[in-house]
């Protein structure tokens, strides 16, 4: 990893009227990462990016793309950027490849000859020459793809590239989005699939209603994920959370009409024994969420702060803490 | 969430309010600026020289070559009677029209003039007179009578 | 996907370039580009090739009806083949002019926000000042090639079908064929003034609005309502102020002693119409949050 940062932002923010989008938010993505934002709908992701893009103004602080910012050097600093905002859009009247020597022109410095190979990237040669409008969405959203490949980008930014696309789509997607990042470039990835991301992220930024909830690793977020619960239904569950009071490395709460049960294995194998032989009978015995989605839910649930002291966590360092919120 | 306070409705109201007034003033300001285009000056002058013309050529194709000093023609317009002023556009421009024909009597033609804003006016003239709208020429065909109905442009700053 | 897809991830050794500083392209080069894309519509053609059709067909239209005599030159048709494109530019100049140009102005703008497309535009490595100036030359070089189409359709096929017979004047003069050909080009081109001035009216309702309807029909509503505005009397100054005044200015061409006041006049006020609707479209652009498409 080197020193200098793709892209630095501090104390971003931008309201729309009453509604602040993205509230003093900093993050770093250095060159050659691999790094996601996450969050659910709303949370200020998108606008985010749109700042990065220039789209959008920022209302206040900071933000520099490999150390150019827009009020001070236009659109150089674009040079080296790619990408798409939300689904990529097109001029349905032209073909797909008139469309990319548009955009290709406007880029400005793309060799001849660039434009069918990245349709060939994407899978599209044999129906470049068709009419976007009869485009289906995933043949858009490889379009897009090959638009931000046409010159060598430095950074790849992409907005939830598999959004509404099939599975065989997101599986091709998240494949392509791999290579790409294997290949050294820079990639920003946003989405608000956690899955996606602990895949194919090194670094991440998880917003929530335009705030930084977490920002860091996945590695350490790993680790300061809750374990992963076991979701228990039984015939008398007021009776079977009674019997694991007071008991050590486990814990059991109630959700969602179920009882979720967290512990070694060898804890909740001994309490599943222990039930049974009171004579309450085990009806469903299942893994609940990975423990990334969980954590993530956690952190971007709406409501009073939802912050590491709330999750149950039998057994770990109750000091542990995240590092992120506002800088 | 942030709730951060929005600019007072007032004010914000205030730059497009600014904006109309100020668009109202300019409309305002130029329609009470400047004289008008249409005057009974420019009427007359405009309509002397063309009579003058169309008559000639109305004589050529009746067959008799007209010299064009000799017309003479000087025309008197009013509007609208002694109390309309003789400014502006309008139907109801008449303008009376002294000339000697081609024998060499002296006539008086009324011509009913529609002046429209753009400085231009149509001249019907009189029937009688000066022939209906078509006139036999010198081997007896019908062809328009450029007298009976003719286009006058002047200029609105001469 | 391609399981060569790595090796296309990066040009190929065929098309690499000097690694140099990136070079960007320039409002040129989107000028261009901006005409590809018009070209390509519907509508880019078809009002051309109706501009270019429909003169001859009026032609034929008139000859068997009576000489309409409700606009200027329109009861000399018969007469002389230099009157029709003047009826014609009489007509244009009332209903035709502001629509011919709005047609693609009004939605040169407007149009990217229907598709979507500003965030695909915006995000390669032109300023929106570019883009800006850009469109509105390819709109202004639609708006030129349209009138030269009208201009020459017109003349060349009244020229051929009635004839080049001596055109009465606006004075009753006689205006010998030469140089009534010269006059009737020169009236046409004295038109490109308001024309550029209602290209940059639709371009400023085409960026306000976002909106290709209000961008097309926005000109064509203004003018018609600046034309009756004009044509009522006692305004004083208003109608010298007004983008439809121009667009008669040649009557100044046609008398025995032609005047040049209103086209010098109408050409300045063009000029400022245009300026003052570019600024304010323009400054509108540039400000604007692109949240949408």
């Known amino acids: ?327 | 969430m942030t709730v951060t306070t929005s600019l007072p409705s007032a004010r914000r109201c205030l730059a497009p309010a600014a904006g109309v007034l100020a668009v109202v003033g300019l409309v305002v300001g130029l329609t009470a600026a400047g004289s008008p285009d249409v005057t009974r000056a420019r009427v007359e002058r405009s309509l002397t020289p063309s009579f003058t013309r169309l008559y000639v050529d109305q004589q050529r194709v009746l067959g008799h070559e007209v010299p064009a000093a000799s017309v003479a023609a000087r025309s008197a317009c009013d509007r609208g009677g002694p109390q309309v002023a003789d400014v502006g556009a309008g139907a109801d421009w008449i303008c009376l029209v002294d000339f000697t024909d081609q024998t060499g009597v002296h006539q008086q033609g009324k011509f009913e003039l529609q002046v429209h804003a753009n400085a231009c006016y149509t001249a019907a003239g009189p029937a009688k007179l000066l022939g209906g709208f078509t006139i036999p020429d010198t081997r007896g065909r019908d062809v328009t009578n450029p007298l009976s109905a003719f286009d006058v442009c002047f200029d609105p700053d001469a | 996907m391609s399981t060569d897809a790595a090796r296309g991830i990066r040009p190929g050794p065929g098309t690499r370039r000097a690694a140099a500083a990136p070079r960007r392209a320039g409002t040129w080069a989107a000028y261009r580009w901006e005409l590809v894309k018009l070209a390509a519509l519907v509508r880019t053609r078809a009002t051309l090739a109706t501009v270019l059709v429909l003169p001859p067909l009026v032609v034929l239209l008139l000859r068997g009806q009576r000489a309409p005599a409700d606009t200027l030159f329109g009861r000399h048709v018969h007469d002389s083949g230099f009157a029709v494109p003047l009826l014609l530019l009489g007509f244009a100049a009332q209903y035709v002019f502001p629509l011919l140009t709005s047609v693609v102005a009004g939605d040169v703008f407007a149009g990217e926000d229907q598709h979507g497309t500003w965030k695909t535009l915006l995000t390669r490595s032109v300023s929106r000042s570019q883009v800006f100036w850009a469109k509105t030359g390819a709109a202004v070089t639609f708006a030129a090639a349209a009138l030269v189409l009208l201009t020459a359709s017109s003349t060349v096929a009244s020229v051929l079908l009635v004839g080049h017979q001596p055109l009465t004047g606006l004075s009753g003069q006689s205006i010998p064929a030469p140089h009534a050909a010269v006059l009737v080009v020169g009236a046409w081109a004295s038109t490109a003034f308001p024309l550029l001035g209602f290209t940059a009216l639709a371009i400023l309702l085409s960026v306000r609005t976002r909106n290709p309807a209000l961008g097309v029909v926005g000109p064509v509503v203004l003018g018609l309502l600046m034309g009756l505005a004009g044509s009522l009397g006692g305004t004083g100054w208003l109608r010298r102020a007004l983008l439809s005044t121009p667009l008669e200015a040649w009557h100044g061409l046609f008398t025995a002693t032609p005047f040049a006041g209103p086209l010098v006049q109408g050409a300045v006020v063009s000029l400022l119409w245009t300026a003052a609707c570019l600024a304010a479209a323009h400054r509108s652009l540039c400000r604007r949050d692109i949240t949408g498409g």
Request: charged share 20%.
């Open chain 1, 1 to 327: 990893m080197t020193n200098s940062l793709a892209v630095r932002a501090e104390g971003l923010t931008k309201r729309y009227g009453p509604l602040t989008a993205v509230d003093g938010i900093s993050v770093q993505v250095g060159e050659g990462e691999v790094y996601g934002i996450l969050g659910p709908n709303g949370a200020g992701k998108t606008t985010f990016l749109r700042m990065l893009f220039g789209l959008v103004r920022p209302d206040a602080g900071v933000l520099e793309v490999f150390g150019r910012t827009w009020s001070r050097d236009g659109t150089a600093t674009l040079d080296g950027v790619s990408g798409f905002i939300e689904s990529p859009r097109f001029y349905p009247y032209l073909s797909g490849r008139r469309n990319l020597q548009v955009l290709a022109g406007l880029d400005g410095g793309v060799p001849a000859g660039r434009v069918a190979e990245v349709l060939d990237v994407v899978d599209l040669t044999g129906r470049e020459d068709e009419k976007v409008a009869g485009y289906s969405f995933g043949m858009r959203q490889r379009l897009g793809v090959a638009a931000s490949l046409l010159r060598e980008p430095r950074l790849l930014v992409l907005d939830e590239p598999a959004n509404g696309l099939d599975p065989a789509g997101i599986r091709d997607m998240r494949a392509l989005v791999g290579r790409l990042a294997a290949s050294g470039l820079t990639v920003l990835l946003s989405s608000h699939d956690m899955d996606e991301v602990e895949q194919i992220c090194d670094n991440v930024t998880i917003m929530k209603q335009g705030s930084v909830a977490y920002h860091g690793g996945i590695a350490d977020l790993r680790r300061q994920a809750p374990p992963q619960a076991h979701l228990l239904t039984t015939s008398d569950d007021d009776a079977a959370a009674a019997l694991a009071a007071g008991r050590p490395q486990l814990s059991v709460t109630a959700s969602q009409g179920r009882l979720a049960v967290r512990g070694t294995q060898s804890a909740v194998d001994f309490y599943v024994s222990t039930i049974v032989r009171s004579g309450i009978a085990v009806r469903s015995l299942t893994l609940g969420e990975a423990p990334l989605e969980a954590l993530f839910f956690l952190l971007t649930e709406s409501g009073p702060e939802s912050g590491p002291e709330s999750w149950p966590r039998p057994g770990l360092d109750p000091a542990a803490s995240v590092a992120g919120g506002r800088a």
